[in-house]
T-cell receptor
């Protein structure tokens, strides 16, 4: 069974708008990571947030983590057409040394 | 730096045929992974190698075998391909354990089993 699940499954916005996607998970984690996948390509790492962190920023990306609710959100501000991609959260099983990916949110940014 | 490379990029097999997917990384990473991605879904871990000389099963290991040939190379073998193994296969590597470290992904191998 999958550890992380993203919501919504698909999101369509206009260029310049903000995009928010969420990830919920089931068991305790050490870290949560977000990845991006452009169509037909491999995944690219965006950001890692540790369980003792509540918020992290990287450029136009803002990630929050609420361990009490077992959820994380990824906010992309001032979106661009180039942000069109699928976004996945990956959670580690504590000390398992491997990550489990959700099914992703497909983001479409219209120019 | 080529990063993570995979061969072949595309492959069509008939049911029952065997093949090996090759993966190599030039980042001196300790850990390597094989995932499969079915249409509209996330990645599922097939096998991983936390360090040279070790391999472990992931979520969906049935029908696959792996070899960590050396620190750079990690191959995935399908002994008797089945249509259910039609998927895109991604290899990844990380400096340390995946839960704690960024994974770097290859471009993928698109496999069709007829």
């Amino acid at each position: 069974s999958q550890q992380g699940e993203e919501d919504p499954q698909a999101l369509s916005i206009q260029e310049g708008e903000n995009a928010t996607m969420n990830c919920s998970y089931k068991t305790s984690i050490n870290n949560l990571q977000w990845y991006r996948q452009n169509s037909g390509r491999g995944l690219v790492h965006l950001i890692l947030i540790r369980s003792n962190e509540r918020e992290k920023h990287s450029g136009r990306l803002r990630v929050t983590l609420d361990t009490s609710k077992k959820s994380s959100s990824l906010l992309i501000t001032a979106s661009r057409a180039a942000d069109t991609a699928s976004y996945f959260c990956a959670t580690d099983l504590t000390n398992a040394g491997k990550s489990t990916f959700g099914d992703g949110t497909t983001l479409t940014v219209k120019p | 730096n080529a990063g993570v490379t995979q061969t072949p990029k595309f492959q069509v097999l008939k049911t029952g045929q065997s093949m090996t997917l090759q993966c190599a990384q030039d980042m001196n990473h300790n850990s390597m992974y094989w995932y499969r991605q079915d249409p509209g879904m996330g990645l599922r871990l097939i096998y991983y190698s936390a360090s040279e000389g070790t391999t472990d099963k992931g979520e969906v290991p049935n029908g696959y075998n792996v070899s960590r040939l050396n620190k750079r190379e990690f191959s995935l073998r399908l002994e008797s391909a089945a249509p259910s193994q039609t998927s895109v296969y991604f290899c990844a590597s990380s400096e340390g354990l995946a839960g704690y470290n960024e994974q770097f992904f290859g471009p993928g191998t698109r496999l069709t089993v007829l």
